[in-house]
């Protein structure tokens, strides 16, 4: 076995001239670690070595006393059949016999076996020969990652085997000022997805003007009630996923709530892979005003139904429900009172004081115990049953009832207070809407026209209709789109109230008038 070795590397005057920037810098102190390295990687580059190689070499100068004789090559001979030395075959093939006895093995820790065991070996080899060698015999990392990975490519290396053995959650959120909800008020917009790790179908899915526990309560009571229980629910770490009511909830149904890394999206990348697919209807509606839930519900619906449906290359052409279905591992199902009991109504409130809260206009005397760290004046999780009967969640195993408070009906007083005399104050919704900001609480102005229509929303929406048998014409398609994902004219006007015209309006057209005339 040979080695072609390039004239420069083997010449003396080479050797110096590519190193020759990098010992003046490493002479004069004048560059910081961050800068050198870029330098060494730079040079690597232009040379056609590696980066390793001119470390040795540095290091082979430095310790000789800075003799640049120390560059000189330690084997003799330039010619492309030149053998580095007599011991360097019999070298390689241990290593390659180890690496393939026990793949596990590093490259350093190959070296320290193979020099330990044959004391004549020691130095010859370095890390970057072995590795090349390596991996032109397939002996390196990836062909180990190939097969411990069994019939699986190594870029799906993470994937489960059956279904529902891993669901990636997360919560996308849309810009503000898309949504208006009955009183005429924009809100914002938040889609709950769970997306198989085997299958990449999106098995459950919640659109909702509110990031609350409900949101993804709903979504996972969903996905156990039709398709069955998952085994792990790989979450972020935001509040709605840290909550006890979820943490209940896969306790009481044997579920593993596994929270990824913060700042780690890497960590559940396939639903994050699902959200940049979701960005095609957000970069289609988000120039749009005065959307209805309702309309964006159905929208988001089709395009799920799209995705699953849709053949992906890395399930070798197959839809995901194709691969779901055709998966039969048996799964875990449970009773209805059972899924009702671990998902019931939650909501959060905080705790006055007087340690009370008020839950549906009732006010109920709370529990406050500092060793499950709950305390006045802090937020704490409740949940309602289908009787009405309210719980609050100290601990995963710990839930307890509390009873509403009795209160006393007291009588009133007969005189008038200063605020009697006062008039009225006005609604929220009979005031003017404001003419500025696009945030949430933004009321739309009636002249307010979304010049750009949706185009790939009626596209989702048109197909579905031909499938269906309910399109007839285009008119009546775009007059049955609109009435549907917009808000209507007449609530809008209703919850805005009767228009007030501003004084500087008033002004200026006294003014125009005066000026006419």
């Known amino acids: 076995m040979t080695i072609r070795k390039k004239k420069y590397i083997v010449d003396l005057d080479a050797r110096l001239r590519i190193l020759s920037a990098l010992i003046i810098a490493k002479n004069t102190g004048c560059t910081d670690g961050t800068t050198f390295t870029a330098m060494i990687k730079m040079a690597a580059a232009n040379a056609g070595c590696s980066v390793r190689t001119l470390q040795r070499w540095l290091e082979r100068y430095i310790n000789n006393g800075k003799d640049i004789q120390a560059l000189k090559p330690s084997y003799k001979g330039s010619e492309p059949k030149a053998k580095t030395n007599r011991l360097f075959d019999a070298a390689i093939k241990i290593v390659i016999a180890y690496r393939k ?82 009183s005429g008020i924009s809100c914002n917009a938040y889609i709950q997805l769970c997306v198989d790790n085997h299958s990449r179908k999106i098995i459950s ?198 009873e509403p408070l009795n209160l006393k009906s007291c009588p009133q007083p007969d005189y008038k207070t200063d605020s009697d005399n006062k008039a009225p104050a006005d609604n929220a919704c009979d005031k003017p809407a404001k003419t500025g900001g696009k945030g949430q609480g933004h009321k739309q102005r009636p002249d307010e026209v979304n010049t750009c229509p949706p185009r790939y929303c009626m596209a989702l929406s048109r197909d579905k209709a031909r499938r269906d048998g309910t399109y007839t014409t285009e008119d009546e398609f775009v007059r ?27 002004q200026s057209k006294i003014n125009n008038d005066n000026n006419t005339l």
């Open 101 to 182: 006895e026990n793949m596990t093995l590093t490259v350093p820790q190959l070296l320290r076996v193979v020099e330990s065991e044959f004391p004549d070996f020691v130095g010859l080899l370095k890390r970057s020969t072995v590795q090349l060698y390596l991996k032109r015999n397939n002996c390196n990392r990836t062909q180990i990652k190939k097969d411990t990975c069994d019939y699986r490519e190594i870029y799906l290396r993470y994937r489960k085997k059956h279904v529902l053995d891993s669901v990636q959650c997360d919560v996308k959120e849309l810009p503000k000022g898309l949504i208006t909800d009955d």
């Open 205 to 402: 899915f919640a659109v909702s003007t509110e990031q609350k526990v409900q949101l993804v309560t709903d979504s996972i009571k969903s996905l156990v009630c039709n398709l069955g229980i998952p085994k792990t629910l790989v979450l972020d770490n935001g509040s709605i996923y840290r909550s006890k009511i979820l943490a209940r909830a896969a306790y009481l149904l044997d579920m593993k709530l596994h929270y990824c890394r913060p700042y780690a999206a890497e960590s559940k990348g396939m639903v994050e892979r699902v959200n940049l697919d979701l960005n095609e209807i957000e970069n289609d509606i988000k120039h749009l005003k005065n959307i209805s839930i309702e309309g964006l519900r159905e929208i988001v619906e089709i395009w799920v139904n799209e995705h699953n449906n849709r053949s992906h290359s890395t399930l070798d052409n197959k839809t995901p429900n194709q691969v779901f279905d055709a998966d039969t591992f048996p799964r875990r199902f449970t009773t209805p009172d059972i899924i009702n009991t671990a998902f019931r109504i939650a909501t959060t409130r905080v705790i006055g004081k007087d340690g009370t809260v008020s839950i549906n206009n009732i006010s109920y005397k709370a529990i406050v115990d500092s060793s499950k760290g709950i305390y006045v004046n802090d937020s704490a999780e409740f949940m309602i049953d289908e009787k009405g009967i309210v719980y609050q969640v100290l601990d995963v195993k710990d839930i307890r009832v509390i």
């Open 480 to 506: 049955d789109f609109n009435s549907k994902f917009y808000k209507s004219t007449e609530s809008r006007n209703m919850a805005r109230g009767p228009e007030v015209a501003s004084p500087y309006a008033v």
